[in-house]
């Protein structure tokens, strides 16, 4: 059992840019969570898949915000035209079937835009 | 809606202090209650868990207790050590749309010294 992984683990980018993040959960592991982190602050929920069905979404996330989990394993969270309050931690977590209360989260790709 | 409130740090204690870290929510129904450790540069690591009223979860000598009339799950150690330098998270989860959302206090910072 590798973990929750994710990358990349830093990102710098300009204002105006498009950035991709990839998540791949612990295997097995149906549900898939994103989280933000901004300094400071505990992680604020942004969006849940199962398998491949992207079930929930917070009104944190932006049109400008995308993800996706196309075949049930990693996922991606895709930020377009990028803008300085989007700078955070960007964190991932899975679960199992059977303990569904209980996330595991990755290291988390920390975002800094300029 | 749900939230969580813990106390404020950094919690500064010497080596074999006793340690509390105040925990409070506000949820409707029954969530489970957790308590995530982040060490510096890591990502978030569950240390332990409750699930229902008077629940006790403990792990590596940290311990707290579902208290569902004060609405609370306060974090205690009876003897902390340097290693335990970290920031922690109280959270619940609610389920919603077949998903576990968790929804975190604001971390508190705990620094102890040798």
């Known amino acids: 059992d590798t973990g929750v992984s994710q990358d990349p683990r830093h990102k710098i980018t300009k204002r105006g840019q498009n950035v991709t993040f990839r998540c791949d959960p612990i295997s097995e592991h149906n549900r898939l969570y994103w989280y933000r982190q901004t300094l400071g602050q505990g992680p604020e929920f942004l969006t849940y898949f199962q398998n491949e069905a992207q079930l929930e979404k917070s009104r944190l996330l932006s049109d400008r915000f995308s993800a996706e989990r196309p075949k049930g394993s990693f996922s991606t969270l895709e930020i377009q035209r990028t803008e300085q309050g989007d700078s955070a931690m960007y964190l991932c977590?899975?679960?199992?079937?059977?303990?569904?209360?209980?996330?595991?989260f990755g290291p988390g790709t920390r975002l800094l835009v300029l | 809606g749900n939230s969580v409130t813990q106390m404020e740090g950094p919690v500064t204690l010497s080596e074999e202090a006793f340690l509390t870290i105040n925990c409070t929510y506000t949820a409707t129904g029954y969530p489970s209650l957790f308590w995530y450790v982040q060490y510096p540069g890591e990502g978030l690591q569950l240390l332990l868990k409750?699930?229902?009223?008077?629940d006790k979860g403990s792990n590596k000598g940290f311990e707290a207790t579902y208290r569902k009339e004060t609405t609370s799950f306060h974090l205690e150690k009876g003897s902390v050590q340097v290693s335990d330098s970290a920031v922690y998270f109280c959270?619940?989860?609610?389920?919603?749309?077949?998903?576990?959302?968790?929804?975190f206090g604001g971390g508190t910072r705990l620094m102890v010294k040798p």
């Open positions: 977590a899975s679960s199992p079937k059977k303990i569904q209360e209980t996330q595991y």
């Open positions: 959270a619940l989860s609610r389920m919603y749309n077949a998903g576990n959302m968790l929804t």
């Open positions: 409750a699930t229902k009223a008077d």
